[in-house]
Nanobody, 126 residues
């Protein structure tokens, strides 16, 4: 399995951006798929995670993004999307997608994930 993020860039506060995570080698729904971000000088933060499976999966959102960010998936393209709305300067970070056996409600630091994309930079600034 390999993952590749795309779609980062510069956006003004209040704006929107969609980041993609394209998977190769295996179907996305074989894995828990997490979205993480890391801002300069800060620890990595899990912002969303979709559990493994198709049709019965659920997505966890961190409080910091709940109601503003939405995860969706195109199974035909084997791609997951992170739609980010109402962006704030504090959302500025490198955004990563990652895959692991499944999401864990007890572990949110990414240590259950074993495949990572290279990340894409999102900058929210006027």
């Amino acid at each position: 399995l390999t993952l590749a993020e795309s779609g980062g860039g510069l956006v003004q506060p209040g704006g929107s951006l969609r980041v993609s995570c394209e998977a190769s080698g295996y179907r996305l729904d074989y894995f828990g798929i997490g979205w993480f971000r890391q801002a300069p000088g800060k620890e990595r933060e899990e912002i969303a995670c979709t559990s493994r499976g198709r049709g019965n999966s659920y997505t966890y959102y961190a409080e910091s993004v709940k109601g503003r960010f939405t995860v969706s998936r195109d199974n035909a393209k084997n791609t997951e999307y992170l739609q980010m709305d109402s962006l704030k300067p504090e959302d500025t970070a490198i955004y990563y997608c990652a895959a692991g056996p499944d999401c864990s409600p007890d572990v949110r630091d990414g240590s259950v994930m074993n495949t990572w994309g290279k990340g894409t930079l999102v900058t929210v600034s006027s």
